[in-house]
């Protein structure tokens, strides 16, 4: 599946979530990640987020598509982390 993820968290979370998410996927802007990633792997990047989470004060937004050609991505200004420089 193909996933958007945006967190926002208390400034004592925000290096430690920043990490898990950058090991999940592929990080785009501030809080803002998107990437390809199987259901078992999103379910453990979940768990681990509600680890470093403080549910009354963060939240973590994920909207998922079963393929990326399901959405339509436009960027207006410069591309913060452009994924297309891969090797």
Known sequence: M????????????????????????????????????????????????KQIMDEQHDSLIIFSSRNRKWLDKQIIGVEPNNLDNFL
């Open 2 to 49: 193909y996933c958007i993820l945006v967190y926002d968290c208390g400034e004592k979370r925000v290096v430690k979530m920043l990490k898990l998410c950058r090991r999940y996927l592929n990080w785009i802007q501030n809080s803002v990640f998107e990437g390809a990633i199987s259901e078992l792997k999103l379910k453990e990047l979940i768990y681990e987020a």
